[in-house]
T-cell receptor
Framework: RKEVEQDPGPFNVPEGATVAFNCTYS??????FFWYRQDCRKEPKLLMS???SGNEDGRFTAQLNRASQYISLLIRDSKLSDSATYLC???????????FGQGTRLTINP | ETGVTQSPTHLIKTRGQQVTLRCSSQ?????VSWYQQALGQGPQFIFQ???????GRGNFPPRFSGLQFPNYSSELNVNALELDDSALYLC????????????FGPGTRLTVL
């Protein structure tokens, strides 16, 4: 079983729609969580951190449920420029490595 | 831009050959991590270097090795290349301490024929 699992998609949604991605993690020692965005053939870039209380950054909302070991990302009013692969990431306290999920591919259609 | 640079951007090798990939970290960052990203997968941690010493390693065979230099730049060496080594190799630099914040370079795309 992979340490961080995501639905690979692809998700194809119309512009303006709301889309949600889910992610589960198996390592209960995981302490910090992130969503990264990766455009085709580019490096991953940090989109936002995920906090236990939930957090919002413009059209993006991230949620963490430690009891269920579950992370989500909600994108409202999606734009064409949101088309990318979204990577769920976990890191354990004191660990050196970021643990990435497989990534969920999103295409926003005009 | 993160200030992390990698070279070369693309590389084609044949099975059995050896390859060296290079990374220059962001100014002031003395920790460098390397990741392998196969097509359709998320990045997988190879190893990390801190102050010229290996500081953690993922599930990769010994033919994957690295170096870090006094200026904190780093190399990833892969011997006896296999077809499955074809991937995007990403370097990330960071400060010591919690590794929550790592800055990724643009990657080197390696194709093994």
């Amino acid at each position: 079983r992979k340490e961080v699992e995501q639905d690979p998609g692809p998700f194809n949604v119309p512009e303006g729609a709301t889309v949600a991605f889910n992610c589960t993690y198996s390592n209960s020692a995981s302490q910090s969580f992130f969503w990264y965005r990766q455009d085709c053939r580019k490096e991953p870039k940090l989109l936002m951190s995920v906090y236990s209380s939930g957090n919002e950054d413009g059209r993006f909302t991230a949620q963490l449920n430690r009891a269920s070991q579950y992370i989500s990302l909600l994108i409202r009013d999606s734009k064409l420029s949101d088309s990318a692969t979204y990577l769920c990431v976990a890191i354990s306290a004191g660990a050196q490595k970021l643990v990435f999920g497989q990534g969920t591919r999103l295409t926003i259609n005009p | 831009e993160t200030g992390v640079t990698q070279s070369p951007t693309h590389l084609i090798k044949t099975r059995g050959q050896q390859v060296t990939l290079r990374c220059s970290s962001q100014s002031g960052h003395n920790t460098v991590s390397w990741y392998q990203q196969a097509l359709g997968q998320g990045p997988q941690f190879i190893f990390q270097y801190y102050r010229e010493e290996e500081n953690g390693r993922g599930n990769f065979p010994p033919r994957f090795s690295g170096l870090q230099f006094p200026n904190y730049s780093s190399e990833l060496n892969v011997n006896a290349l296999e077809l499955d080594d074809s991937a995007l190799y990403l370097c990330a630099s960071s400060l010591p301490g919690p590794q929550d914040t790592q800055y990724f370079g643009p990657g080197t795309r390696l194709t093994v024929l």
